[in-house]
C-alpha cells in the first residue's frame, strides 16, 4: 500500500516527466535539428552558405524591410495607445478589434490584398505601372505585407498599459506647466517603456520571420526580392538541405535571441511594478 | 448646489484636459485605413464583381471544399490536441518548481518567435521517413511526413502557445483554499482537478483552444513542407490561393480568400466574447 503522500509525489513527478517530454518532443528538437544539419557537412560549408551574395543580399532585404516596417508601426502603436487608453470616445472597442484585425487573417491573404490593390490586375496597378512604379513583386509590396502583418503587435502591448496607468500623471504634469511633448517625453514613455520594448521585440521578430504574406508579393527573384525565409524555402525546395539549414540557423539565433530579450524585458518589468520583494509580505498584513 | 456645479465642470475639464485627441484619432484611422481596411476591401470588392452564381462555383469547387475541409478539420484536431498538452504545462510550469523550470517557460514561445518556413523545415526533417523520429515510426508502418497528419503536427507546433499563454495567468492566480478544502474533505487529487480546478480554468482553456483553431487556419509557412500538398488530399487553403494566383486565376483566389476571412472573422468574435466571459469571471 502506497501512502497518499507518496503517491502524490510520484503523480507530480510523471506529470513534469510528460511536460519535459512535450517541451523536449515540440520545442527542442526542431532547434537541434535545425543547428545538427546547418554544420552537417562541416563548418567551412556551413560559413560559404551564409556568406554567398544571395544568402547576403537576402540578408541585407530584410534587415532594410524590418528597419522601415517596425519604426512605422511603434509611432503607430504610440499614437493608436494613446487616443485608445487616454480618451473616452463612442468607437473605442470597434478600434481595439479592427487594430487586432491582422491577427486573424491569414498570411497568404495579406499578401494577396496588395496584390489586388497594387498588382498587374489590380485597381492601382496599371496606373502606377504608367508611372513607371512596381510594387507587387518588388520590395514596396513587401514592407507594405510585413507592415500588415506587424501592424497590432506594438499597440496591442501599450494600451491595456497605458489604460492601467491612466491619466493622473500627466495631468499633473501639465497643471505644473509642462507642455504635450514634455509631458509624453518625461512623464508617460518612462512608464511605458518595457510594454513598448515587449512590443518592438515581438514585432520585429515576425517582421523578419514573415513567410506568407512576403512570398505572394515577393515574386522570389534571387537577389533582388528574396527575404531570408524566401531564401530557406528556394534552397530547400533545390535540395540544397545543408545551405538552407545553415541559413536557417541565423533565423534560430533570432528566435533564440527574442525569447532572451523578451524574458528580460519581462523581468524588469515585473521588478518595476514590484520594486522591493522584502517589504511585500508586511504590506498584506492587515 | 453651486459647489456641485463648480465640480462636474472642473472634472469635466480635467477629463479633458490632456491634449492630441483630435490627431491621435486622426492619424490611428489614417493609418488602419491605409494598411488594412482598403487592402482588405479589396476582397469584398473583387468577390462582389465575381457576382453570386461565380463565387459559389469557385468555392464549390471539389478541390476548393477538399482544401476548406483539410484546413478547418486539421486546425481542429491540433487545437485539440494542444488543449491537454498546453495544459499540462501551464499546469507544471505555474505549480511544480523544478530544475529547468524557467527555461520551459521561455522556450514555450518557440513557435511565436521562429519563422514558420524554419518551423516548416525542421518539422519535416524530424517526421520524414529518414527523419530523426520517422526512421523509429516507419517500421511501425506510421508515416506522418507528406499526410494530412504532418499538417496536424505543424499546427500543433504553431498553435501551442496559445493555449499555454492563456491557461498560465489564471492558473497562478486561481486560489488554493478551495482545493485544498476539497482535499481536506477527502477528495483524491483527480477529483479535486475534474470537480475544482477544471471549472475554473475551463474558459481560459476554451479560449486557447479557439486562438490555436483562428491560427491554424490561415497557417501556411510550417505547413506546405511537412503536408506533401497533394490536390484533395493533403492541400490546404492557403495554399491552393497561392497556386490560383499564380495561374493568374484572381477570382477564385478571392472567392476562397473571402471564405475564410468570413470564417476567422467570426472566430474573432467568438474569441472576444469569450474573452470578454473570461474577465468578468476574473472579476467576481
Avoid at chain 1, 504610440?78 to 478589434?97: D, M, N, Q, Y
Avoid at chain 2, 490611428?28 to 459559389?56: C, H, K, N, Q, W
Avoid at chain 2, 506533401?228 to 484572381?250: A, C
Wanted: net charge neutral; glycine share 8%; proline share 6%.
Amino acid at each position: 500500500m502506497i501512502g497518499p503522500d507518496r503517491r502524490y509525489r510520484i503523480a507530480r513527478s510523471a506529470l513534469i516527466l510528460g511536460a519535459l517530454s512535450v517541451a523536449g518532443l515540440f520545442l527542442v528538437l526542431p532547434l537541434l535539428i535545425v543547428l545538427s544539419g546547418a554544420i552537417a557537412k562541416g563548418w567551412s560549408l556551413y560559413l560559404a552558405s551564409i556568406s554567398e551574395p544571395d544568402a547576403l543580399a537576402a540578408l541585407r532585404l530584410t534587415l532594410t524591410v524590418t528597419a522601415i516596417a517596425v519604426p512605422l508601426n511603434l509611432v503607430f502603436g504610440v499614437v493608436a495607445a494613446w487616443c485608445i487608453a487616454k480618451f473616452e470616445f463612442p468607437g473605442r472597442s470597434a478600434l481595439i478589434t479592427l487594430i487586432d484585425l491582422p491577427l486573424a487573417v491569414s498570411p497568404v491573404i495579406s499578401g494577396l490584398i496588395y496584390v489586388l490593390l497594387f498588382g498587374a490586375q489590380g485597381l492601382l496597378g496599371p496606373w502606377l505601372g504608367e508611372a513607371g512604379f512596381r510594387v507587387i513583386f518588388a520590395v514596396p509590396g513587401i514592407v507594405l505585407a510585413t507592415i500588415f502583418v506587424t501592424f497590432p503587435f506594438v499597440a496591442r502591448e501599450l494600451i491595456p498599459v497605458m489604460q492601467a496607468q491612466g491619466r493622473d500623471h500627466e495631468e499633473a504634469a501639465l497643471s505644473l506647466g509642462a507642455s504635450g511633448w514634455q509631458t509624453f517625453w518625461r512623464v508617460t514613455l518612462p512608464n511605458i517603456k518595457w510594454g513598448l520594448l515587449y512590443g518592438v521585440i515581438l514585432c520585429n521578430a515576425r517582421a523578419m520571420g514573415e513567410f506568407g504574406a512576403v512570398s505572394v508579393v515577393s515574386g522570389h527573384i534571387r537577389g533582388k526580392t528574396n527575404t531570408l525565409p524566401l531564401h530557406v524555402e528556394i534552397l530547400y525546395n533545390e535540395y540544397q538541405h545543408t545551405a538552407a539549414f545553415a541559413v536557417a540557423s541565423l533565423l534560430v539565433l533570432l528566435a533564440l535571441l527574442t525569447l532572451v530579450a523578451k524574458t528580460w524585458v519581462e523581468a524588469r518589468a515585473h521588478r518595476d511594478r514590484h520594486p522591493d520583494p522584502i517589504v511585500q509580505p508586511d504590506e498584506e498584513l492587515p | 448646489m453651486t459647489a456641485t456645479a463648480t465640480n462636474s465642470i472642473s472634472r469635466w475639464r480635467v477629463s479633458g484636459s490632456l491634449p492630441g485627441f483630435g490627431p491621435s484619432l486622426g492619424y490611428t484611422l489614417l493609418y488602419l485605413s491605409l494598411i488594412v481596411l482598403i487592402p482588405l476591401a479589396m476582397i469584398l470588392l473583387r468577390a462582389s464583381e465575381l457576382g453570386l452564381d461565380a463565387f459559389i462555383a469557385k468555392v464549390s469547387s471539389p478541390r476548393a471544399l477538399a482544401s476548406l475541409r483539410i484546413s478547418f478539420g486539421c486546425a481542429l484536431i491540433a487545437a485539440a490536441i494542444n488543449m491537454p498538452i498546453g495544459l499540462l504545462l501551464a499546469w507544471v510550469i505555474s505549480r511544480y518548481p523544478f530544475p529547468g523550470r524557467r527555461l520551459v517557460d521561455a522556450l514555450i514561445d518557440l513557435p511565436i518567435a521562429l519563422p514558420t518556413a524554419v518551423a516548416g523545415i525542421a518539422l519535416t526533417a524530424l517526421y520524414a521517413r529518414n527523419g530523426w523520429l520517422g526512421q523509429w515510426l516507419a517500421p511501425l508502418g506510421i508515416e506522418l511526413a507528406f499526410t494530412p497528419a504532418g499538417i496536424v503536427i505543424a499546427l500543433v507546433f504553431v498553435g501551442l502557445p496559445f493555449v499555454v499563454r492563456t491557461v498560465q495567468p489564471v492558473l497562478q492566480d486561481i486560489e488554493h483554499e478551495q482545493e485544498e478544502a476539497a482535499e481536506s474533505l477527502g477528495a483524491t487529487p483527480l477529483q479535486t482537478f475534474v470537480r475544482v480546478s477544471l471549472p475554473t480554468i475551463a474558459p481560459a482553456l476554451l479560449t486557447g483552444f479557439a486562438l490555436a483553431f483562428a491560427r491554424g487556419v490561415g497557417e501556411y509557412g510550417s505547413v506546405i513542407f511537412i503536408a506533401g500538398n497533394m490536390p484533395m488530399i493533403s492541400e490546404i487553403t492557403p495554399l491552393l490561393i497561392v497556386t490560383q494566383l499564380e495561374q493568374y486565376d484572381y477570382a477564385g483566389a478571392t472567392a476562397l480568400a473571402l471564405v475564410m476571412l468570413l470564417g476567422s472573422f467570426a472566430l474573432l468574435l467568438l474569441i472576444n466574447s469569450l474573452q470578454a466571459w473570461l474577465a468578468h469571471r476574473g472579476r467576481r
